[in-house]
Nanobody, 125 residues
Framework: QVQLVESGGGLVQTGASLRLSCAVS????????MGWFRQAPGKEREFVAA???????YYADSVKGRFTISRDNAKNTVYLQMNSLKPEDTAVYYC???????????????????WGQGTQVTVSS
């Protein structure tokens, strides 16, 4: 059983930074493609960023240049560094893991069988 636990969320002002962490346990972390998604109230869960086990990176256009995804296989952890935060970044952020994703599927929620419980990020104006 794969378990994912996010941390690092909080309440910040516009322009601030936060770093989210997602610790993975239960299986060999290095074999997974990892993604970050977010869900704002009343909206569908949307893709934010992903990193393949190969290290290839993917970003949503809305966060490109502001957010950075990275992974530390030795610590079984994936990170999301969020800079220049905006009120529209307010959401619950989820990390997800998948043993295999297609080039198209890696940005979709359906490609990930394992999910964390989410961490709230609130950006005040």
């Amino acid at each position: 059983q794969v378990q994912l636990v996010e941390s690092g969320g909080g309440l910040v002002q516009t322009g601030a930074s936060l770093r989210l962490s997602c610790a993975v346990s239960g299986r060999t972390f290095s074999i997974y493609d990892m993604g970050w998604f977010r869900q704002a109230p009343g909206k569908e869960r949307e893709f934010v960023a992903a990193i393949r086990r190969s290290g290839k990176l993917y970003y949503a256009d809305s966060v490109k240049g502001r957010f950075t995804i990275s992974r530390d296989n030795a610590k079984n952890t994936v990170y999301l560094q969020m800079n220049s935060l905006k009120p529209e970044d307010t959401a619950v952020y989820y990390c997800a893991a998948s043993p295999t994703t297609s080039e198209f599927g890696i940005v979709t929620t359906g490609a990930y069988p394992y999910w964390g419980q989410g961490t709230q990020v609130t950006v005040s104006s």
